[in-house]
């Protein structure tokens, strides 16, 4: 069965749109999503850049801001643009690092994007979070106290160092083996690969 | 009629497959498609770069080829990496500015950037640009000279202040009204937007 890496952080707005989209494109397909949460701010920092690239980049930020409406009204969810952008994403990763594997992972980080690009809530905040956790189904009892753990914050933090040992500079990113995929409007390209992995025409 | 204006980059790797893609994707829509050639080099000055950002940030440059290989596999199109890049684009620029609204200029554009990417040929060179307007089926004489007026300079100069002042940052770009697209894979939905032009679903 292939595998299909999805790279994603929660202060990302490309990553939104991917997360409420990547379960109903491979439902069906035997494809196997593994949900891999990391933090972009380490890797801008090496690349010289101590803000995203959208504020630092003013044109590119007002199309980007532009685009995700568009691409969200095509998708029927809801955005309203955070009044702080982008947001400090730490918390809410340690959490998805913590219990990536498990069944509810995936509605906990449409939770999370959803309270950060539609309600603009503050997703640092541990009742943010909390939050989340309840809308996922989830009971909240001893979940983030157990993602702050020093064993999870490194397990974040290598998470991190291999996104970026793999050539990641930004989300979300799909891997496919060791192809790359980068952007949400990739998304439906890695799927594709999954199940043709060559260069060239696909079905 | 809706019109679809085309700002590409002869430098551009993803101009190239949207040069190679917008006429099959338009023909028989009743969209009429403005080719509007531009320089980046200037607008990726003012931003603080003094190259292209695919050299100044590696990992995205090392990305951007493996994913132009791919896009240009699916379209059935050839590519080489070009052993300068990003090349010197002024003259190819000035040529098509000259003669944008000629029935000729798509297939000139399309020469040029197949002497860039898939023939590695220098497209600052006079002769080169001379083989891609017979390639054409254009006669060449007085062609190159009639680009290098003053007042022909000075065209390509205020459409590149042009693009740079309704937002365009990158190529290619496509633009329905105000409503700017940006890069390849957003030609698609540039279309569909000069059939629809609004937000949510389209048909």
Known sequence: ????????????????????RIEALTRGTGIAV??????????????????????????QGHYMWRDLERICAD????????SVFPRNSVLAARVACRFASEPWLPDFVRQVFHANFADDLDISNPRVIAMCLDRAGVPTAGKIESALTTQNKDALRAQTEQAEAIGIFGAPTFIVDQELFWGNDRLERAIAWCKSPRLGRVA
Do not use: H
């Open 75 to 82: 998708l029927g969810i809801p955005l309203q643009r955070p």
């Open 34 to 59: 593994v949900w891999k949460p990391f933090l972009l701010g380490p890797i801008f920092q090496r690349q010289g850049w101590n803000d995203s690239p959208f504020n630092l980049y003013p044109a």
């Open 1 to 20: 069965m292939a595998t299909l890496e999805f790279w994603f952080e929660f202060a990302s707005t490309y990553s939104y749109p991917a997360a409420a």
